[in-house]
């Protein structure tokens, strides 16, 4: 059975970090672009980031502060928030067979096309 199952979110302080997992079981991420996604209350699904084996995409709003990775040995992927500001509360969602289009006005964007996982709320408040 495929399955994406994401974990690590939480409440967390303006400034602070979390470390967002997502665990593949039933195949091999390998052989997928993955990436990661946000939707908060009253907004549309947006990508944040994506990684195939070519190239990383990032959202201008997260640039610089996060920081996506996998590891294949453990067959999952990650994503470093660090300096988190309330508008990154969201539930976070990771995905696969991710592609990055890029407008004509040179700005990117991340979609996803194949599985999801159930998400993981993040809450940045003080």
């Known amino acids: 059975q495929v399955q994406l199952v994401e974990s690590g979110g939480g409440l967390v302080q303006p400034g602070g970090s979390l470390r967002l997992s997502c665990a593949a079981s039933?195949?091999?991420?390998?052989?997928?672009?993955v990436g990661w996604f946000r939707q908060a209350p009253g907004k549309e699904r947006e990508g944040v980031s994506c990684?195939?084996?070519?190239?990383?995409y990032y959202a201008d709003s997260v640039k610089g502060r996060f920081t996506i990775s996998r590891d294949k040995a453990k067959n999952a992927v990650y994503l470093q928030m660090d300096s988190l500001k309330p508008e990154d509360t969201a539930v976070y969602y990771c995905a696969t067979e991710t592609i990055v289009v890029v407008s004509p006005q040179n700005r990117g964007s991340c979609y996803a096309f194949g599985s999801w996982g159930q998400g993981t709320q993040v809450t940045v408040s003080s």
């Open positions: 039933g195949f091999s991420l390998d052989y997928f672009a």
């Open positions: 990684i195939s084996s070519s190239s990383t």
